[in-house]
């Protein structure tokens, strides 16, 4: 009698894996099918024979009808495309009488662990581990010779028989291979950190897994969930011992970058308060920490309660943390720290740094504050320690940090470059981040960070100042090859851009700065050589406001030689103050509505200084025979006076116009010059004129658009 076998609809490899282009072999009952092959067919009346093997499409089914003569056994191989073309997964010897679904199939790990009636090589497909359909369970193969380690996931001892059942596939394990539950309930640490010990990609099912202590991944370990819904979680007694949720194994190996590594975790939400309250109390609960460790990323993770750091790097090299969002943290969220001996591990001890530091996209929202740090040593992102190199920390977004990206003091690093983020001292309710006023900036290196650069990036609205980089404590360390460049930084308190002790060749350029408060100042040098500092825009808080665009000064390095060419400063009171430096060039900056002087130069300064543009209108429109005033506000009569005319309102097309001209009928002339004021007419012909070869000459059109600029 013909038997139809499509009644077993799918073969998975495990629970929800399809056995994708796998072999099918049928043979005679208790007999190998591959050396006794049993004749399979496409119809019911077996007329059709089909070839062997039969191959398994996408969905894990045979694509067609399959009848046989009466019993048979089966035998599924490994794709032809896999290394070990001819590897079995599943085989079996005994008469089949149903269809194949009742082969060798448990409901349970427990029930498939007492089998005792199991050949060599037979397969035994588990529905799940603690129940059918919870996620664990899968293909398995009996090995009767096997002594490797029992893991209770991929390995699984048996309870009187000798040898193993051997997992089929090792690229579809999760942690519920292993009897995590995800309930939200059982403590998962030991199942989850047997599944970590294989060394390879582990999968999250969505759920909450409960960890009662720390976890533990090793050389090759890849964790990764189905998105915030695969959480781990401390237990509320594992807070308490204020342990770290996740190293790497061998994190206290000393002598460079020798601990477990190739490490990725991703796509998953790290709660290491557990089900305690976000406020910020005591204790050290870092999230993730890896030390000593080569090529360990952590992308794409939440982290809602941060009790102490979100991902430490501790003396690790050619890693990175990208797309993960950090929430309500006590303290950094992502550091990159130096292995020094004494820190609350105390086994590292050869401080190894961080090399090739990678720290991109990722969003925090943090107060970042942590009350028992010396002047609130932190950031949302925290270099710590020494002797770090190449460091890049762009495209992050960070909001309502204490501090945004914060850099220790007394310290040198190279090729630290910080650029392309959105640092914004108010949280997402708008309010103003204060926790401590004296040390709330936005970017603050405390350090001497050599051949480094701040460049491109936004900051707004911190109470202390916008971007800090230098010390001032002895024993100094300068800095050496700085820039900080093409930076918008808007409503900041006291100085927008800080910058002390530096030397051989400071950069500050092209910033946007926004002084919204009186009292302010938008760059700051004090001690600096070789100094370029210009293409900068300021906009202060009015002529009255005690606002200042720049300032230069000696610190502990002289400024000798220099420039600050081609800056603008708008509504201050004090556009340009060099108090010291020899051999500075002050060339061709916009100073526009500041209070006067608009350029202070201290008695033990240098300074060359010209061109620089005291009064700029703008362009203003003007008729046909009409006279417009136009306040400069310099309290002197201006000299060195240019006026320009277009027939645009952007200037486009634009002529110098002729000066002090009367009685013309074309043409634009200034007819008064005060103290605070000028005239400027139009004649009636046209507002439009200019300096020909031939003089002044107008066009046909009745208006037009002035622009009158001051220069010293």
């Known amino acids: 009698m013909s038997k139809y076998i499509n009644e077993f609809p799918q073969h998975l490899v495990s629970p929800g894996v399809?056995?994708?282009?796998?072999?099918?072999?049928?043979?005679?009952?208790?007999?190998?099918?591959?050396?006794?092959?049993?004749?399979?067919?496409?119809?019911?009346?077996?007329?059709?024979?089909?070839?062997?093997?039969?191959?398994?499409?996408?969905?894990?089914?045979?694509?067609?009808?399959?009848?046989?003569?009466?019993?048979?056994?089966?035998?599924?191989?490994?794709?032809?495309?896999?290394?070990?073309?001819?590897?079995?997964?599943?085989?079996?010897?005994?008469?089949?009488?149903?269809?194949?679904?009742?082969?060798?199939?448990?409901?349970?790990?427990?029930?498939?662990?007492a089998s005792t009636n199991l050949l060599d090589g037979q397969g035994v497909y588990i529905l799940g581990y603690y129940a059918a359909a919870d996620g664990g369970g899968g293909m398995y193969v009996y090995d009767a010779s096997s002594a490797a380690t029992a893991n209770d996931g991929t390995v699984l001892a048996l309870d009187t028989l000798a040898g193993r059942l051997l997992h089929g596939e090792t690229t579809a394990i999760t942690v519920k291979t292993f009897g995590a539950a995800g309930n939200g309930i059982a403590d998962d640490l030991a199942s989850i950190n047997n599944a970590l010990s294989l060394g390879i990609k582990i999968s999250v099912p969505k759920g909450?897994?409960?960890?009662?202590?720390?976890?533990?991944?090793?050389?090759?370990?890849?964790?990764?969930?189905?998105?915030?819904?695969?959480?781990?979680?401390?237990?509320?007694?594992?807070?308490?011992?204020?342990?770290?949720?996740?190293?790497?194994?061998?994190?206290d190996t000393q002598g460079g970058y020798t601990a477990a590594g190739n490490i990725?975790?991703?796509?998953?939400?790290?709660?290491?308060?557990?089900?305690?309250?976000?406020?910020?109390?005591?204790?050290?609960?870092?999230?993730?920490?890896?030390?000593?460790?080569?090529?360990?990323?952590?992308?794409?993770?939440?982290?809602?309660?941060?009790?102490?750091?979100?991902?430490?790097?501790?003396?690790?090299?050619?890693?990175?943390?990208?797309?993960?969002?950090?929430?309500?943290?006590?303290?950094?969220?992502?550091?990159?720290?130096?292995?020094?001996a004494g820190t609350n591990y105390n086994v590292f001890g050869d401080d190894t740094p961080c090399i090739n530091v990678d720290v991109m996209d990722n969003n925090i929202f943090s107060p970042c504050y942590d009350p028992d740090a010396p002047q609130g040593f932190v950031g949302g992102i925290h270099i710590h320690r020494d002797a770090h190199s190449h460091i890049d920390i762009h495209h992050n977004h960070l909001q309502g940090p204490f501090q945004g990206v914060f850099a220790d003091p007394n310290v040198t690093h190279n090729h630290l470059n910080i650029y392309k983020n959105t640092v914004l001292g108010i949280n997402r309710a708008g309010a103003s981040v204060d926790i401590n006023p004296n040390h709330n900036f936005g970017i603050r290196l405390l350090c001497a960070a050599n051949n480094s650069s701040v460049y491109k990036n936004t900051v707004s609205d911190f109470n202390k100042g916008g971007i800090y980089s230098g010390y001032s404590v002895s024993p100094l360390a300068f800095t050496k090859g700085f820039s900080v460049e093409d930076n918008d930084i808007?409503?900041?308190?006291?100085?927008?851009?800080?910058?002390?002790?530096?030397?051989?060749?400071?950069?500050?350029?092209?910033?946007?700065?926004?002084?919204?408060?009186?009292?302010?100042?938008?760059?700051?040098?004090?001690?600096?050589?070789?100094?370029?500092?210009?293409?900068?825009?300021?906009?202060?808080n009015g002529p009255a406001s005690e606002c200042a665009g720049i300032r230069i000064e000696n610190g502990a390095v002289t400024v000798i030689t220099g420039q600050a060419n081609e800056n603008r400063v708008y509504d201050c009171q004090y556009a340009i103050d060099i108090q010291n430096g020899s051999g500075f060039d002050l060339f061709d900056n916009t100073l526009k509505n500041n209070a006067t002087p608009f350029i202070i130069i201290g008695p033990t300064a240098s300074v060359n200084h010209e061109r620089n543009v005291k009064f700029d209108s703008?362009?203003?429109?003007?008729?046909?025979?009409?006279?417009?005033?136009?306040?400069?506000?310099?309290?002197?009569?201006?000299?060195?006076?240019e006026l320009f005319v277009s027939p645009n309102s952007d200037g486009s097309s634009?002529?110098?116009?002729?000066?002090n001209t009367s009685g013309a009928t074309s043409g634009v002339w200034i007819t008064e010059i005060g103290i605070s004021t000028m005239l400027v007419r139009a004649g009636s012909a046209g507002a439009i004129a200019g300096i020909s070869a031939t003089g002044i000459y107008g066009v046909a059109a009745a208006n037009g658009y002035f622009r009158v600029k001051a220069t010293a």
């Open 490 to 540: 808007l409503r900041c308190l006291e100085d927008s851009i800080f910058i002390i002790n530096h030397e051989s060749g400071l950069k500050c350029r092209g910033n946007t700065i926004d002084l919204a408060a009186d009292n302010t100042r938008g760059i700051f040098i004090d001690g600096a050589d070789r100094l370029v500092c210009s293409d900068n825009e300021i906009t202060g």
């Open 208 to 251: 909450v897994y409960m960890l009662g202590g720390r976890l533990v991944a090793h050389e090759g370990s890849a964790l990764v969930g189905e998105g915030r819904e695969s959480e781990m979680r401390f237990t509320n007694a594992a807070v308490a011992t204020g342990i770290t949720m996740l190293i790497n194994s061998g994190y």
């Open 264 to 340: 990725t975790i991703s796509n998953m939400t790290w709660n290491d308060r557990g089900d305690l309250d976000t406020t910020n109390g005591s204790g050290s609960n870092n999230a993730l920490l890896f030390a000593h460790a080569k090529n360990v990323h952590v992308h794409d993770c939440y982290f809602p309660q941060h009790k102490y750091h979100a991902v430490d790097f501790v003396g690790c090299a050619d890693s990175s943390a990208y797309r993960n969002t950090c929430e309500n943290g006590k303290s950094s969220a992502i550091q990159i720290d130096q292995a020094v």
């Open 654 to 659: 634009m002529r110098k116009a002729v000066l």
């Open 18 to 113: 399809p056995a994708f282009n796998y072999r099918v072999y049928f043979g005679d009952p208790n007999q190998n099918p591959l050396t006794n092959p049993k004749t399979v067919y496409s119809d019911a009346g077996l007329t059709i024979p089909i070839a062997q093997p039969l191959i398994l499409n996408s969905d894990g089914l045979y694509g067609q009808e399959v009848f046989l003569n009466g019993e048979y056994s089966i035998q599924i191989n490994t794709p032809s495309t896999v290394a070990n073309p001819n590897g079995v997964i599943w085989q079996s010897a005994p008469a089949i009488t149903g269809i194949a679904g009742s082969l060798n199939t448990v409901s349970t790990v427990a029930e498939a662990k």
């Open 618 to 641: 703008g362009w203003v429109a003007i008729n046909a025979g009409s006279e417009v005033s136009s306040a400069h506000n310099l309290s002197i009569i201006p000299t060195n006076i």
